[in-house]
């Protein structure tokens, strides 16, 4: 996999890990003996921060994922390395982070040193109907305002940290702007002023073949002898899986209080064109790419393509709901600042800037989650309640009636 993720990030190991060894002493400092908690622990982004976050010697180690499956594939993984990390009290719980098991769970256990939140509804496409966007409001908000306050009372000087998108910046999709929000409540006095250990959070590039992603459906497509599909005109960041892990361990540990971590990458260096990316895919497997825009003539084609060392990639037009033509992490009002990591910047959090009710919001969107109060007429309903927050997504949501669940 090394050599694959190489052809969308075009580096041959983590930019991030020099940044890691030059601040080894002070991370082993936090991390050595200390109890650390993982929520979404067996995703991509998770699973590559827990792996880097045991190579530091915590005491305690829990991971909690709904998907047991994948936890499963985590320990299988974790045991087959070939000097696994000896950490005393290593546990895997298939829990949801916002259920009141993981309540009961928390209540029942020491206090942790280390929190962290990959649990997240994280595609743009979920935004295709009412009923999926109040489960991404329950998941990317409503949850973590719950969990906070439990974590409040069960770990009240936990070091606390919960990782969002660049899609949060200038958000233009119900997923963007849930994480938006997910950072208000994160850093709001109101909601986690309690949480005396530090919150932090990061904001980054797509996770070049993380689980659900473009990039991973390549491999999954050509094993499976279909054509591959990518958007014309979408350029966007990527970072390797182990640079996922790199980011958040630095972001969790090291950043200041009420800060969001971003890299240091370079539009005109790093901005990459999908498209792109799927060709590179397919010269690394010896095959050319063959554009259609037809996802039935690729289809049609694909055995005489691949006689001849061709391959069909279907090229889709970008106008669906929320897709954004590029990636920033920075969004308006905002400033960038350095940290002294080289590779990482911070942007300090700029409040609510258009005012607003906070705690109002996550009050109103648990009573639509938790069905005390009616439910939406449509998407414009829901988007209106998050404009309370942050206005300028009423004029900035990209809407369109077509759906990526009606691509190729």
């Known amino acids: 996999m090394t050599e694959t993720k190489n052809i969308a990030t075009g580096r041959s190991g983590s930019m991030f890990a020099p940044t ?31 792996q880097t976050i045991a190579q530091f010697g915590p005491a305690c180690l829990h991971l ?8 499963a594939e985590f320990i299988r993984q974790f045991w087959s390395m070939k000097t696994p990390p000896d950490i005393g009290d290593l546990r895997l719980l298939p829990l949801d982070y916002g259920a009141p098991v993981t309540k009961a769970f928390l209540s029942s256990q020491e206090p942790y ?45 936990a070091r606390y940290f919960s990782v969002s998108t660049d899609k949060a910046a200038n958000p233009v999709s119900f997923m963007g702007a849930t994480k938006r929000i997910m950072e208000h409540v994160l850093f709001a006095p109101e909601i986690a002023g309690k949480q005396k250990g530090g919150v932090t959070s990061a904001r980054f590039a797509n996770v070049a073949f993380s689980n659900g992603s473009i990039l991973q459906s390549f491999e999954n497509r050509l094993a499976r002898r ?63 790419a063959r554009t259609y825009t037809s996802s039935a003539e690729a289809i049609a084609n694909l055995e005489n393509d691949a006689q001849t060392g061709h391959w069909p990639l279907i090229l889709t037009p970008s106008d669906t709901a929320g897709e954004k033509p590029y990636e920033e992490f920075v969004a308006a009002g905002e400033s960038r600042n350095d940290t002294g990591l080289v590779t990482i910047h911070a942007v300090p959090w700029a409040g609510l800037q258009h005012g607003g009710d906070i705690k109002a919001l996550v009050t109103a969107l648990e009573d639509l989650v938790l069905g ?13 309640m998050l404009a309370m927050i942050e206005p300028e997504f009423m004029s900035n949501h990209i809407e369109s009636a077509a759906s990526l669940d009606q691509r190729a």
Not at 133 to 140: E, G, H, P, S, W
Not at 372 to 384: F, T, V, Y
Request: glycine letters at 4%; hydrophobic letters at 40%.
């Open 113 to 157: 040193d280390i929190v962290l939140n990959f649990a997240a509804i994280k595609h743009v496409r979920s935004e295709k109907d009412t009923f999926s966007i109040l489960q991404m409001l329950d998941t990317n908000i409503v949850k973590q305002a719950r969990f906070l306050t439990w974590l409040q009372e069960t770990s009240p000087n």
């Open 64 to 71: 909690l994922d709904q998907n047991e499956n994948a936890l």
């Open 226 to 288: 279909e054509p591959l599909a990518a958007p014309e005109g979408i350029r966007r960041y990527f970072v390797s899986l182990e640079e996922s892990g790199h980011i958040c361990t630095l972001a969790s540990l090291l950043l200041p209080n009420q800060h969001i971590g971003v890299p240091d990458l370079d539009p005109e260096q790093h901005l990459v064109p999908i498209k792109t990316v799927a060709t590179n895919f397919l010269a690394h497997h010896n095959l050319d």
């Open 372 to 384: 005390r109060a009616p439910l939406p007429s449509d998407k414009l309903a829901i988007k209106k």
């Open 20 to 50: 890691l060894e030059a601040h080894r002493d002070v991370l082993t400092d936090r991390i050595k003996g200390a109890r650390v908690l993982a929520i979404g622990a067996a995703g991509s982004i998770g699973a590559n921060t827990a």
